[in-house]
T-cell receptor, first 113, second 113 residues
Framework: EDKVVQSPLSLVVHEGDTVTLNCSYEVTNFRSLLWYKQEKKAPTFLFMLTSSGIEKKSGRLSSILDKKELFSILNITATQTGDSAVYLCAVNAGGTSYGKLTFGQGTILTVHP | DADVTQTPRNRITKTGKRIMLECSQTKGHDRMYWYRQDPGLGLRLIYYSFDVKDINKGEISDGYSVSRQAQAKFSLSLESAIPNQTALYFC????????????FGSGTRLTVV
């Protein structure tokens, strides 16, 4: 059974801090790992990672994948109150599962002014 | 108009009632999914469909059924609602050419009393 585990489950920081969110996985036929941000309702896409060691960046957010150690991290630098959200990690596996995502529990990030 | 539309947005129903949640999309995607989200558990897959004639159970399909009426429509039914089906339900779509690149609906918050 495919499994995705995120840590920490919740995190409280102050504006300006840097945070690192973790995602580890155990899946057969790994194809890609995705990060989503969920504020009020629907998750919104952040990154899709398929190759080890290649950092994806978008503004203050960045993410990297390690396919040997089976994990990914999401970094947020100079956090702002608008970064407060649930961050979801998901893995897309191959074979008959190809296309459907297995999600982790999510990390609740709270950024105080 | 939203690319993926879920109706209703919120619903309160009584234990034992049959209820249908509807999802329609204008993305032209072939793949559609139903997930439920509970606090601390992330998103869990209920059912998915890779085309109109293809319906597959996810990890938590017991107590649910689905109907893919057309490429653009995918409905989720609770035959006899129970309180532990109280959750936030998401419909999502993806394209065969970019599996894992989901577009989410805004969600349906269902409360079973």
């Amino acid at each position: 059974e495919d499994k995705v585990v995120q840590s920490p489950l919740s995190l409280v920081v102050h504006e300006g801090d840097t945070v690192t969110l973790n995602c580890s996985y155990e899946v057969t036929n790994f194809r890609s790992l995705l990060w989503y941000k969920q504020e009020k309702k629907a998750p919104t896409f952040l990154f899709m990672l398929t190759s080890s060691g290649i950092e994806k960046k978008s503004g203050r957010l960045s993410s990297i994948l390690d396919k040997k150690e089976l994990f990914s991290i999401l970094n947020i630098t100079a956090t702002q109150t608008g970064d407060s959200a649930v961050y979801l990690c998901a893995v897309n596996a191959g074979g008959t599962s190809y296309g459907k995502l297995t999600f982790g529990q999510g990390t609740i990030l709270t950024v105080h002014p | 108009d939203a690319d993926v539309t879920q109706t209703p947005r919120n619903r309160i129903t009584k234990t034992g009632k049959r209820i249908m949640l509807e999802c329609s999309q204008t993305k032209g995607h072939d793949r559609m999914y139903w997930y439920r989200q509970d606090p601390g558990l992330g998103l869990r897959l209920i059912y998915y469909s890779f085309d109109v004639k293809d319906i597959n159970k996810g990890e938590i399909s017991d107590g649910y059924s689905v109907s893919r009426q057309a490429q653009a429509k995918f409905s989720l039914s609770l035959e006899s609602a129970i309180p532990n089906q109280t959750a936030l339900y998401f419909c999502a779509t993806s394209d065969q050419g970019r599996p894992g690149g989901y577009t989410f609906g805004s969600g349906t918050r269902l409360t079973v009393v």
